[in-house]
């Protein structure tokens, strides 16, 4: 490829172009869509469902189930922009589309559905092995959908749905690591997350009740009962998990766990030029990561220059600090200097 740019930037160049040309001719009056008056919606979609596909096949060669899963992401991801960028007077296709958007809706909720039977089968008997959730759960994603891009999505679900459901005796969980950091009591971490749920449930039955007084379509008011549920689902799984996961220290790396929301990272004593306690006075800044939850940041790990630690995606990113909540501040500082004093 030229200039050593890689066959996935140049597929990204090309749909961003294209993409942008579309934007361009549904929203500015030009010749092509005469002036605004005839604005055609069939291009956008052959390109959706046809030129894009086509082109991903030809430029990567990927197996039939891989290229099921783009197509269906594309056909999605476009839907979703032609019903924005498409003006109502000029929607011919596109309104057949849009009607589908309840089946689509339930192709979600059984593709969840899917999820959680598959995880639940899979990850009992991975749980008796071992008692170690994380790993059951990143064996059954990863060996159900490895090399789809889809895993970190799925894996990430399936914390919510495990944590926020189907744990029972977190007492009994296993985490990978020697020395084990909890985070759950810093400024009343899970206290206060707690609170919020109760706050979110108190006030689910009155805006029900308001939007169904002032709605138009009472399906409204279900419809936000539902997000709001799912929502509620979520926050649990955030509540649950600070109370059960650390963040940990191995042999060779710090292994950092922060509720479910945050992704996990592993920061290997190589990178680690200092750790030190720190004030909660720490605004965002590019390269700093930050895990606080509700609570207060104290303790504060330097990077050597020029790190990089593996993202949710498993992709590189540079990192220079990262700061963090912890219950027992000190003894996280001093447990980490004494493993960077071994590995020197």
Request: overall charge positive; glycine content about 8%; hydrophobic content about 50%.
């Amino acid at each position: 490829m030229i200039a050593g740019i890689g066959r996935k930037h140049w597929f990204a160049l090309i749909v961003l172009v294209a993409m942008s040309a579309h934007y361009f001719y549904f929203r500015v009056p030009f010749i092509a869509n005469d002036y605004g008056r005839n604005m055609a919606d069939w291009p956008l979609l052959g390109d959706l469902l046809v030129s894009f596909p086509l082109l991903y096949y030809f430029m990567f060669r990927p197996s039939w189930k891989v290229f099921l899963l783009k197509w269906l992401v594309f056909a999605m991801a476009g839907f979703a922009f032609g019903s924005l960028i498409i003006p109502n007077g000029s929607k011919d296709l596109w309104r057949g589309i849009e009607r589908l958007w309840p089946l689509l809706a339930v192709v979600q909720g059984a593709l969840e559905l899917f999820l959680l039977l598959y995880m639940v089968r899979r990850i009992r008997g991975l749980m008796r092995l071992s008692g170690n959730a994380d790993q059951a759960l990143a064996s059954a994603i990863h060996g159900r959908f490895a090399g789809t891009g889809f895993a970190p999505f799925a894996l990430f679900e399936a914390r919510i749905w495990y944590y926020g459901l189907f744990m029972r005796r977190g007492d009994q969980l296993r985490f990978a690591g020697q020395q084990h950091f909890s985070y759950d009591k810093n400024d009343g971490n899970v206290s206060n997350q707690f609170a919020l749920i109760m706050v979110m449930l108190f006030e689910m039955p009155l805006s029900h009740l308001m939007l169904h007084l002032v709605s138009v379509r009472p399906l409204f008011a279900w419809v936000v009962d539902v997000l709001s549920v799912w929502s509620v689902l979520y926050l649990v799984a955030e509540y649950r998990a600070s109370q059960w996961r650390p963040v940990s220290l191995d042999d060779q790396a710090i292994l950092i766990r922060y509720g479910v929301f945050a992704a996990d990272r592993m920061v290997p004593y190589h990178l680690i030029e200092s750790v030190a306690r720190c004030g909660d006075d720490i605004s965002r800044q590019r390269g700093l990561l930050r895990y606080r939850q509700f609570g207060s940041l104290n303790v504060e790990l330097n990077l050597k220059a020029g790190s990089t630690l593996l993202n949710a995606f498993g992709r590189p990113q540079s990192v220079t600090r990262i700061c963090i909540s912890l219950d027992k501040p000190d003894a996280f500082v001093d447990a980490v200097r004494g493993r960077l004093a071994e590995s020197r």
